[in-house]
């Protein structure tokens, strides 16, 4: 069967799927041009500025993204097959994923751009306040851990292609560091030199390609130059990224992540352009390369789980993901510029997230059953993938397998930094330290927790060992998906206090209602039985040594203590509802 027979019916789903429930959505939650927004009523340009709504759609495509839509899609096609992948990823995105996102962001802008925890405190309690902030900061370390150690794996070793060229994983990380030092340029000549946005984009992302072809000449190979194993270099390399996440977390937004996210989200673009004009001519010009080969089922159950509900926790990003509720009620609303920007930015990023997952799959998709190429790590799988694409259109196999690890890797930078500075706010909120020693202590807590589970060594349950990023996957999407579930459930607090409308319940109470089963019971697979199995060892201290265990348990806690709250919230009498959801007068503060 040809992959086009795939994608193209799932493109135009999600595509109708914006225009006919994007626009319920805008109905329901009210969405006026003329209100004022926070981006506008409280601007200083360090962390509130409105900004044109292409730019800040590119900069948030690009953080919620990342390598989210990317692992995860393959992971679970690998495992489970691609029916199942896809069939989440369709279904999750319109009607949960997609409604999280927008949801999260309307709710912060209503409420002075302040984050989701910040919503909660205002419709729930104070305790439940400082139990999401923590949820928040324990998420965010994991992601940090995960998606730092799968980035490093590229910088290091060499990929051999069916054509017999060589992908150095050297040359990537040249690619990488050159990559960083373009956006500050951008960022400084829209700035200082009044450059538009349209020309720095048509100078710099080309830079962007060159960057990529460049650094497969010049690699950077860190093993060579220390005389050190890749498995040695690779760690050094997860430190210096979380250098850069100490660095880039503290700097202004609009010399780092403005532009780096428009360049990214521009890159984002590129990536599905191409692999499209690549199913295409591969359908019309070589059909063995688009075809599907990889079974559509597998297995029901494997080494972590059975497919429910460990399916929907290894495909967060891509079909809905808790991360990018902090995006968007972190960074993303300080920025908005109207009211009704919401819809593309909120809603529709999650429909194109869902297309580079649906991709992504796709480069499982094209694998022969037991190929070995399967059991390689996703960023690679991936990026073959996207080589053979790409290859279509008359691009090198080197080269195209270069971008896909550089787009990779592009992805990553901007969900890292992001990460690191939401990080640095949750830990100045805890603390009540404000300024250049809260900022310092908040972003050297979550760049500095993430550097130990780095460095220490991560095995499985044979004793071998195991990447840092494959031991904490699990917890970072059980981890990511309950806090999609918190923070719906905190939007449907707050709709049914100030709109008492029977549409909440379906809206987003139902869609909060299967995350939380599915995350809290994939959580409970994970964790009980690490607890269970140290019982059984009568000569040992009888509790696990796994750091995983102890995360997830708390996360457990967390969790229930959350849903009490809510339900207190929502039977209890907490005075009248506020009318948060009615749009600010123009004029006025939002």
């Given at each position: 069967?040809?992959?086009?027979?795939?994608?193209?019916?799932?493109?135009?789903?999600?595509?109708?799927?914006?225009?006919?429930?994007?626009?319920?959505?805008?109905?329901?939650?009210?969405?006026?041009?003329?209100?004022?927004?926070?981006?506008?009523?409280?601007?200083?340009?360090?962390?509130?500025?409105?900004?044109?709504?292409?730019?800040?759609?590119?900069?948030?495509?690009?953080?919620?993204?990342?390598?989210?839509?990317?692992?995860?899609?393959?992971?679970?096609?690998?495992?489970?097959?691609?029916?199942?992948?896809?069939?989440?990823?369709?279904?999750?995105?319109?009607?949960?994923?997609?409604?999280?996102?927008?949801?999260?962001?309307?709710?912060?802008?209503?409420?002075?751009?302040?984050?989701?925890?910040?919503?909660?405190?205002?419709?729930?309690?104070?305790?439940?306040?400082?139990?999401?902030?923590?949820?928040?900061?324990?998420?965010?370390?994991?992601?940090?851990?995960?998606?730092?150690?799968?980035?490093?794996?590229?910088?290091?070793?060499?990929?051999?292609?069916?054509?017999?060229?060589?992908?150095?994983?050297?040359?990537?990380?040249?690619?990488?560091?050159?990559?960083?030092?373009?956006?500050?340029?951008?960022?400084?000549?829209?700035?200082?030199?009044?450059?538009?946005?349209?020309?720095?984009?048509?100078?710099?992302?080309?830079?962007?390609?060159?960057?990529?072809?460049?650094?497969?000449?010049?690699?950077?190979?860190?093993?060579?130059?220390?005389?050190?194993?890749?498995?040695?270099?690779?760690?050094?390399?997860?430190?210096?990224?979380?250098?850069?996440?100490?660095?880039?977390?503290?700097?202004?937004?609009?010399?780092?992540?403005?532009?780096?996210?428009?360049?990214?989200?521009?890159?984002?673009?590129?990536?599905?352009?191409?692999?499209?004009l690549g199913l295409v001519l591969g359908d019309r010009l070589v059909a063995g390369d688009a075809v599907v080969n990889y079974p559509?089922?597998?297995?029901?159950?494997?080494?972590?789980?059975?497919?429910?509900?460990?399916?929907?926790?290894?495909?967060?990003?891509?079909?809905?993901?808790?991360?990018?509720?902090?995006?968007?009620?972190?960074?993303?609303?300080?920025?908005?510029?109207?009211?009704?920007?919401?819809?593309?930015?909120?809603?529709?990023?999650?429909?194109?997230?869902?297309?580079?997952?649906?991709?992504?799959?796709?480069?499982?998709?094209?694998?022969?059953?037991?190929?070995?190429?399967?059991?390689?790590?996703?960023?690679?799988?991936?990026?073959?993938?996207?080589?053979?694409?790409?290859?279509?259109?008359?691009?090198?196999?080197?080269?195209?397998?270069?971008?896909?690890?550089?787009?990779?890797?592009?992805?990553?930078?901007?969900?890292?930094?992001?990460?690191?500075?939401?990080?640095?706010?949750?830990?100045?909120?805890?603390?009540?330290?404000?300024?250049?020693?809260?900022?310092?202590?908040?972003?050297?807590?979550?760049?500095?927790?993430?550097?130990?589970?780095?460095?220490?060594?991560?095995?499985?349950?044979?004793?071998?060992?195991?990447?840092?990023?494959?031991?904490?996957?699990?917890?970072?999407?059980?981890?990511?998906?309950?806090?999609?579930?918190?923070?719906?459930?905190?939007?449907?607090?707050?709709?049914?206090?100030?709109?008492?409308?029977?549409?909440?319940?379906?809206?987003?109470?139902?869609?909060?209602?299967?995350?939380?089963?599915?995350?809290?019971?994939?959580?409970?697979?994970?964790?009980?039985?690490?607890?269970?199995?140290?019982?059984?060892?009568?000569?040992?201290?009888?509790?696990?040594?796994?750091?995983?265990?102890?995360?997830?348990?708390?996360?457990?806690?967390?969790?229930?203590?959350?849903?009490?709250?809510?339900?207190?919230?929502?039977?209890?009498?907490?005075?009248?509802?506020?009318?948060?959801?009615?749009?600010?007068?123009?004029?006025?503060?939002?």
């Amino acid at each position: 069967m040809s992959l086009l027979y795939i994608i193209l019916p799932s493109a135009l789903l999600l595509a109708v799927a914006y225009r006919v429930y994007g626009n319920v959505l805008a109905r329901l939650f009210r969405l006026d041009p003329g209100a004022v927004t926070p981006a506008v009523a409280l601007r200083d340009d360090v962390d509130y500025e409105p900004i044109p709504p292409g730019l800040l759609l590119g900069q948030h495509f690009s953080a919620i993204a990342a390598a989210g839509p990317i692992v995860g899609p393959i992971l679970a096609g690998v495992a489970f097959g691609w029916a199942p992948a896809l069939a989440w990823i369709l279904v999750g995105s319109i009607l949960i994923g997609g409604v999280h996102d927008f949801a999260a962001l309307v709710a912060s802008v209503r409420h002075k751009a302040r984050s989701i925890a910040e919503v909660v405190r205002d419709h729930m309690s104070r305790r439940s306040y400082v139990l999401f902030l923590a949820f928040v900061w324990i998420a965010l370390v994991y992601i940090i851990v995960a998606f730092t150690d799968i980035t490093a794996s590229s910088f290091v070793g060499r990929q051999v292609l069916e054509s017999g060229e060589t992908v150095s994983g050297g040359g990537i990380a040249s690619s990488s560091l050159m990559y960083l030092l373009l956006p500050m340029a951008m960022g400084l000549c829209l700035r200082h030199g009044r450059m538009p946005l349209w020309l720095a984009t048509a100078i710099f992302l080309p830079l962007v390609g060159v960057a990529i072809w460049g650094g497969q000449r010049i690699p950077f190979d860190l093993a060579a130059v220390l005389g050190t194993s890749d498995a040695t270099a690779q760690k050094i390399w997860g430190v210096l990224l979380l250098a850069y996440c100490l660095i880039a977390a503290m700097v202004p937004m609009w010399l780092l992540l403005q532009p780096r996210g428009h360049l990214g989200g521009c890159f984002l673009y590129v990536a599905l352009a191409g692999a499209a004009l690549g199913l295409v001519l591969g359908d019309r010009l070589v059909a063995g390369d688009a075809v599907v080969n990889y079974p559509a089922f597998t297995q029901w159950t494997t080494k972590a789980g059975s497919v429910v509900p460990m399916l929907f926790i290894t495909i967060a990003c891509g079909a809905c993901s808790g991360f990018h509720s902090l995006i968007a009620s972190g960074t993303t609303s300080k920025q908005l510029r109207r009211e009704t920007d919401a819809r593309p930015i909120g809603y529709g990023t999650m429909l194109l997230e869902a297309m580079v997952a649906i991709v992504s799959l796709a480069c499982v998709m094209v694998l022969p059953a037991g190929d070995t190429r399967a059991t390689q790590p996703p960023n690679f799988i991936y990026a073959l993938g996207m080589g053979r694409f790409l290859e279509i259109l008359g691009i090198a196999p080197a080269l195209g397998v270069s971008f896909a690890l550089m787009a990779f890797t592009t992805f990553v930078y901007d969900t890292l930094d992001v990460c690191t500075r939401l990080g640095r706010y949750i830990i100045q909120e805890l603390t009540g330290l404000s300024g250049r020693a809260g900022a310092w202590l908040g972003t050297g807590l979550t760049a500095g927790v993430p550097l130990f589970f780095l460095l220490r060594p991560h095995l499985d349950a044979d004793g071998k060992v195991v990447p840092a990023w494959r031991t904490f996957w699990g917890l970072f999407g059980a981890s990511n998906q309950l806090l999609a579930a918190l923070t719906l459930l905190g939007i449907t607090v707050w709709l049914w206090r100030t709109r008492r409308e029977a549409w909440v319940w379906v809206v987003t109470g139902l869609p909060t209602l299967f995350m939380y089963v599915m995350s809290t019971w994939a959580l409970a697979t994970m964790t009980l039985p690490k607890f269970q199995e140290a019982f059984r060892k009568a000569d040992e201290v009888p509790l696990p040594t796994d750091p995983v265990a102890w995360a997830g348990l708390v996360l457990l806690v967390l969790a229930a203590v959350m849903l009490v709250e809510a339900v207190r919230a929502i039977v209890g009498d907490r005075g009248p509802p506020r009318p948060a959801l009615a749009p600010a007068p123009a004029g006025s503060p939002a």
